[in-house]
Every structure is written in C-alpha cells, then in structure tokens.
C-alpha cells in the first residue's frame, strides 16, 4: 500500500505497514523494536489519522527534553494544532496533538477524565519506562485509567516480555491488542573495544589482546610483580605480564575514529564532571575544517543571541570547544544551554560530544560512532554494571538511517575493573524484563477513593503487579494499598462517607500530599509570606546529591525547619505504624538561600555562589517549584490567602531562565 506523499516518502519496513494496517482498523498496538529501526514512523501515522479524523491525539514522552522536541517537530509541521503540558508548560492545552509527560497525562485521567473526550489515541513513547523504580508506576496508572474509547500505540525499545505486557492491556481494557516485534536494525552495528589502549575488533581479540586470557584480572595476588602492592611499574612493558592494564587514551580512540571516517561519535560517560573534563579532553584535537568552524561559529553565535546566553560563562566556554568541533550535554546545564548544544549537533558539525545517558532517552540525535566509557557506573551507593536495555539503548544512536551504512560501537574496557564475563553479558544478555514497579501513591488514591470509596481496591487485580505476581507476593501488594488507605482513614483524609476536607485539600499535590495537608490543616502556611512559601516549596522537591555539604546555617530555612518538625514527625510516626515505605520526603534546604535571592530579583549568576548546586539543577528544581506551586493553587478547601500568596509566588519564580515557556516560545 502506498503511503500519502505529505506524510512519508519512502517505503514503509513490513513492521512499519502492518502497524500502520492495524491503526487504520482502530486497533491498539504494542511495537517493540530496536533503537534506530524507525518507531516514530508509526507514531507519525497514527497523528495524521487522527488530525485527518478532527480527533485529539495525546502523545506522551518520559522526559521533558522529548516532550519539547517533540513539540517544536509537529509545530513545524502543522503550527497551532499542537499543544504541550508538562506541568511547567502549558501551551494550547485543548489543541488536536497534545504533547504530554505521563504524569501529566494520568493526573488527568484520575482529575478530570472527561476532557479527553476528544481524544482517539494515546502514545506511550518508551513504554520500557513501566520498569523505572521510581516513574514507573506512573506508567502503569496511566494504562491501567485510560478509558476504552482512546486507543493505545505502546513503543518500546527490545524487551523479552512484549507479549506479557500486551496480554495484561488486553485482560484490563477487555480490548483486541496487536504485538508487532521487530529483531532487525536497518542500519547493522559492528561492536569494537578500547582495551589495553589498543581498538580490539571482536571478543576474541579481547580476550586474548586485552584479558591476555586471564578473564578476572581481580583474582591476581595483592602484590603480583616484583615492585609489590601499590606500586607502579617503571615500563610499560611490564604492565601486561605484571596484571596492570594500560591506559586507555582518549588521543588515541578518537585519532582511530577520525583515520576509519567514523565521525561524528556520541561518547558516553556516567558523571557530569567527566562529561566536561572528558569533552575538554578531546579538544587538544582538531576535528573540523576551518570552514565547518566558520558555519559552527555563526549557528552557535545566533543560537546565543536567539536564547539570550550571550553572556553566559558556562555557554561562552563551550565556545572554545565547539571551535574544534567538540561539545558536552548533561542534566547539571542550563535547559537552554542544552538546546543549543543539541541543535549544533543536530546540524552535524559538531564531531564528538561527551554525554551522560540521558541523551540517549528518545531524543532523536543520532551519530555514526557511539563510546561507552565503561560497563559499570554507581547506582544507589555502589558500583553495579550497567542494564543490557541500558547499553542497548546507548549503542542503537550509533549508525544514521539513510547516512550510513553501519554503525560503531566502542566499549572501553578496564580488565582490573570489569571481568570478561562481565563485558559479555552486558553486551549479550537478553535485555532485561518489564516488571511492576507499582507504588500507589496517596493522591492517587484519594482520587479513586472519591469515585469508588475502599472499593477501589477492586482496581487491585487489574494491576500490572498483580498479573506479574501470585501468592504471598501478590498478597503483600494488595496489603501495602490496604495500608494506605487506613493511614488515609487515621489521619482523617477519608471516611466511609468520601473525602475529608483534608483529603480534598491533598487531592492534586502528587507526591507532597500528606506534608502540605498537615501544614495546611495546623495554619502553619497561614503565617508565611510568598517569599517563605516559595523556599518551603523548593526544600520539598529538593532532592541532594550524594555528598553535598550543606551550607551555612540560613535564618529561613531554621524557621521553615522548625515549622516542618512536628507535622512531619507526625506523618512519619503514622507511616512506620502502618509499615508504609519509603516514609514521606522530608524537606531538604540547600537551595533556601538562592531561592530566596531569586524571588526578590537577584541575577541567576548571583544563584550559583549560594548554594553547591549546578545551574541545570537550580532551574529544574525551580520549575518543579512553579508545577507545584500550579498545584497548590488548584487545591481545594484552601484559604483564599494561600492562592494569592502562591500566585504571586510564581509570577516572581517563574521568570528569565526558569520559564520553561519563554524557551519553547523562544525555540
């Protein structure tokens, strides 16, 4: 079948026509395939369908970077009949393509389903995300509260368990679901290693080139060779006979993939300091013409000018790196900053740039070559390997559609830190399954409990968690809602009647409820002006990295602490009774000084000598901040004085860099 010439010009890949087939028929429908094969194409037809139909299409994405790339990609090609809300943006929120985060979606299913009357399909864009510790249960509420007259287009990168999760879709919406697998990439990858400083084409030449066929270099004696523990050799010739691997030499890697034309390269790393120390690295290397330095000089110069960086120090530094055709992308950059680094490296003059993982989550910035640095990186602690989706999800940017002719991917290898056997199942195992990570939250179910009462608990066994689980597990799920709901009960949010008028106030703070309900109900807000509200409200979505000192002692935040002692200990009490974990967040005040010099006008470079956080951190913290300042001012049985105070509160924040409005205006 022949695809209309507005929408496609090339021939459709068999998956990509028979799921076109089973949208045409109304059918939902779960792709998986791998990174790069060409999903999006399908997502691409469903919208036209349904803009072809007058109807409304909901396409959601994991990370706010997609939603806005997304958003800017259908604005260009049908103008005002695209909308985005993510909960710091909102723009053209009744328009016929409405670019969501999940979270955004599903609080509206739970909120206000009926605007979505409209609506035909919903697209869940890395459906994989179900398996997220922390999101993923968004996810799954999002599937499991969508009403039957929307359609689903689940994609997803390669996972084993697709025909489980289309199963479970099927039995909760009583609904034909088609599964679509596709194994083959359009555009092959060929794997190579940095061992030994040496580029290994194959698993054998690592084994033997790299592990010098010793496969677990941590087994050798504490003291192997004869300088002894702790010392270094004085040849490097010695360093593979004595179980000391060699260096592995950015120089080197990169003078490899300039030689072999494998150019441009996307190199990942798990730190945002190696990401930049990394990127600086790499510059001692010249890698574009002077001519392609003068077309990169102009698009960076108006990018600057465009998103008002130009006297920014971070961005004025990438100056320096993108005059050798290098960049760095990761979350601790202002968003616009980011921006302007994607849309240099979209422009394909710049030839390597060093990022973290992030980079690989759906936005669409593919490369011929991709590096992992390594196999491990630290999770929750402690050094762990890396996921098999994970890698895969890195390697499948390698290798552009219609470009190229294959993709490269480069793993360096550590033989003292990772074993062989390791590296292989990293790169080999199946990837990994999607499981539950179901964990109800309390507004969540305070708006089933104003529709449904404890009956909700009837919604139990339509979980994704109960058709994974049976038996005791299954049970210790149900109970740990039940526990909920009677903490609920207690603490006078609910009764056999609804909702308690705390359980209203608590209805739309997803995430905050219990803390701000119990501050609220004890008009301990009462006596807070904005200024206080706003750094009451930045402490609570704060989440501080590992390590961070804390800075010195600051007048508000002691008062604001106090404030937040008892009801919280309250809370926490509550929760260990009713064996709830993780108990509620408690308030974090780091970012207390910078938000309170912000509010009252100060510069955002004057932000960055208040407190040991990154300029990207300040501001995503400060628009979490303006999302649940928008939530504060929806709730109900509130005192009108908490409204205003809140609205004025963001009409301060929620300027220059934080607006993630202007930005997408600006894009």
């Known amino acids: 079948m022949d695809q209309p010439p507005s929408l496609h010009t090339f021939t459709y890949d068999p998956f990509q026509q028979r799921a076109i087939d089973t949208i045409d028929h109304d059918t939902s429908l779960f792709v998986s395939a791998p990174t790069g094969a060409g999903k999006t194409v399908i997502a691409d037809y469903a919208i036209a369908k349904t803009l072809r139909e007058d109807r409304q299409v909901i396409y959601t ?4 970077a997609l939603s806005n790339q997304k958003f800017r990609e259908f604005t260009a090609r049908v103008g ?4 985005i809300m993510t909960g710091d943006v909102t723009l053209n929120p009744n328009a016929s393509i409405l670019i969501m985060t999940t979270e955004i979606y599903r609080n509206t299913l739970l909120e ?7 609506c035909a399909w919903v697209i869940f864009d890395e459906i994989h995300y179900l398996d997220d510790p922390e999101r993923g249960t968004v996810w799954e509420e999002a599937i499991l509260f969508t009403p039957p007259h929307i359609n689903l287009l689940a994609l997803s990168a390669t996972i084993p368990n697709v025909q489980e999760l289309a199963e479970w879709i099927r039995r909760v919406h009583a609904r034909p679901v088609e599964v679509i697998v596709e194994t083959h990439r359009p555009v092959p990858l060929q794997v190579l290693f940095q061992c030994q ?12 080139q790299g592990y010098l066929t010793r496969e677990d270099w941590r087994r050798l004696p504490a003291g192997s060779g004869r300088w002894g523990a702790g010392r270094r050799p004085r040849d490097r010739r010695h360093h593979d006979q004595h179980g000391m691997a060699r260096p592995n030499r950015l120089d080197a890697l990169i003078r490899h993939l300039q030689e072999t034309d494998r150019l441009p390269c996307i190199f990942f790393t798990f730190g945002r300091r190696r990401t930049e120390d990394l990127a600086w690295e790499a510059s001692n290397l010249p890698l574009i013409s002077p001519s392609e330095r003068d077309q990169l000089r102009a698009l960076f110069s108006s990018l600057c000018d465009r998103y008002h960086l130009s006297e920014d120090r ?8 993108l005059e050798r055709g290098v960049a760095y992308h990761h979350a601790g950059m202002l968003p616009t900053t980011k921006e302007v680094v994607e849309q240099c490296f979209v422009s394909r003059l710049v030839k390597f740039i060093v990022t973290t993982e992030t980079f690989a989550l759906g936005i669409n910035m593919p490369a011929r070559s991709v590096v992992l640095d390594t196999v491990k990186k630290r999770i929750g602690g402690h050094v762990d390997l890396i996921r098999t989706r994970q890698y895969h999800q890195m390697a499948g940017r390698a290798g552009r559609r219609g470009l190229d002719p294959a993709g490269f991917v480069y793993v360096r290898v550590n033989p003292s830190f990772a074993t062989y056997d390791e590296v292989m199942r990293v790169l080999h195992n199946p990837p990994e399954k999607v499981e539950s990570r179901l964990n109800t939250g309390y507004a969540t179910l305070l708006n089933l409990y104003r529709r449904h009462g404890r009956k909700l608990l009837d919604l139990f066994p339509q979980t994704l968690y109960a058709f994974q689980t049976s038996g005791p597990r299954r049970e210790a799920g149900l109970s ?13 949010y609910v009764n056999a009647s609804g909702l308690r008028p705390k359980g209203e106030f608590a209805l739309c703070l997803y995430g905050y409820e219990l803390l701000f309900t119990e501050l609220h109900n004890r008009a301990l807000l009462d006596d807070l002006d904005p200024p206080a509200l706003a750094v009451l409200l930045v402490a609570a979505v704060y989440e501080p990295r590992p390590g961070l000192r804390l800075m010195k002692s600051h007048r508000l935040s002691k008062r604001l602490e106090e404030l937040c002692e008892a009801p919280l200990m309250h809370i926490h009490q509550a929760e260990r009774t009713h064996r709830i974990k993780p108990l509620s967040k408690a308030p974090h005040f780091q970012l207390a000084p910078a938000m309170e010099a912000w509010f ?16 990207g951190e300040i501001v995503r913290y400060f628009r979490m901040t303006v999302q649940l300042l928008r939530q504060l001012m929806e709730t109900r049985h509130a005192d009108p004085s908490l409204h205003r105070k809140a609205s004025l509160a963001l009409e301060r924040i929620n300027r220059d860099v934080v607006d993630a409005e202007q930005q997408l205006r600006l894009g």
Request: a positive charge; aromatic letters at 2%.
């Open 61 to 64: 994405a994991p990370v706010k």
């Open 80 to 83: 005002d009949r695209v909308g």
């Open 112 to 118: 206000n389903p009926a605007r979505l009357g409209r």
């Open 197 to 208: 400083n040496k580029i290994l084409d194959s698993a054998p030449q690592l084994k033997h």
């Open 314 to 321: 971070t961005t004025q530094a990438l100056s320096h790196l």
């Open 480 to 492: 740990a809602m039940e526990r909920k709901l009677d903490l609920l009960e207690q603490m006078d």
């Open 600 to 615: 009252h006008g100060a510069p955002f470079s004057r932000l960055l000598k208040l407190c040991e956080v990154d300029e």
